[in-house]
């Protein structure tokens, strides 16, 4: 195993049974899933699970609960967390991060976003922050699983909803095969706190990079050598989607974004 094993407090009772809390540093592109079964390999049991997700594609605190431990997962679920976000202006994907396919009709490509604008619209973010959830997620509306519809059908549109008055904070997504609409929901809404959002650097990743991160085609039509990318540090309540965040921060700036790379650091007081 590679995982790198930053602390942990695991014991055996009379029995050989192991129970406790595992803190593993996840690598890029293993899943969190990936992590639990080499723990159950380890530990030899089949009573491990994680307490929150991360991403294939992000690295960082995995808190691997083990035995009795497992007792513990929503304890920890319930806390507040800490990432490092690295978010790549000027180009949109259907998931919001580098997983996703590039999103053509969402590209409005500048050179003008201003280092100073992006500290002012990351700063906008501190306080109540309401966030509607990605359609790629595992939310349940009406029975069904947002993500599982969003792969069932070939595209699918997001919009306001008109019907409900210009004041309604509520967003609509539609889902077609082709041009046929086959199905319709409304986006859950979140109301989250981000305690603090700090900006630790600007920089730039050419095209020829990026192609190593975003496996899609569709980068060899833009013609653009180069891109913006801001890393933060972000603090924020317990089910923020970050990549739905650097999605929402490319709106306010008025530029596609995704999330590029992501770290987490800390849960609750237990960091990396």
Not at 91 to 113: M, Q
């Amino acid at each position: 195993m590679n995982n790198l094993i930053v602390n942990h407090k695991l014991k055996q009772d009379e029995f050989g049974r192991w129970s406790g809390v595992e803190i593993i540093d996840k690598p890029k592109w293993k899943t969190s899933h990936d992590i639990v079964d080499e723990s159950r390999i380890k530990y030899g049991t089949r009573q491990v699970g994680h307490a929150g997700t991360l991403d294939p594609f992000a690295t960082g605190l995995l808190i691997v609960l083990v035995g009795k431990a497992t007792k513990l997962s929503d304890q920890f679920l319930n806390m507040d967390k800490e990432y490092e976000a690295e978010i790549l202006f000027e180009i949109g994907t259907d998931t919001g991060d580098i997983e996703g396919e590039i999103t053509n009709d969402k590209f409005k490509i500048t050179k003008n976003i201003e280092n100073e604008k992006i500290k002012i619209v990351l700063e906008s973010f501190i306080g109540k922050y309401n966030q509607f959830v990605p359609v790629y997620s595992s939310v349940k509306v009406k029975g069904d699983k947002l993500r599982v519809l969003a792969r069932k059908y070939e595209k699918f549109e997001i919009m306001g909803d008109k019907s409900k008055g210009k004041n309604q904070n509520s967003k609509i997504v539609k889902f077609f095969n082709g041009d046929d609409l086959k199905k319709e929901v409304e986006l859950p809404l979140k109301h989250l706190k981000v305690y603090e959002m700090e900006l630790l650097e600007i920089n730039e990743i050419t095209k020829e990079d990026l192609k190593k991160e975003l496996k899609d085609e569709n980068l060899q039509d833009i013609n653009i050598s180069s891109f913006k990318t801001a890393k933060v540090r972000i603090f924020a309540s317990k089910g923020i989607y970050i990549r739905q965040l650097a999605v929402d921060i490319g709106d306010k700036l008025g530029v596609a974004a995704t999330l590029l790379n992501l770290r987490r650091t800390r849960v609750g007081d237990i960091a990396i």
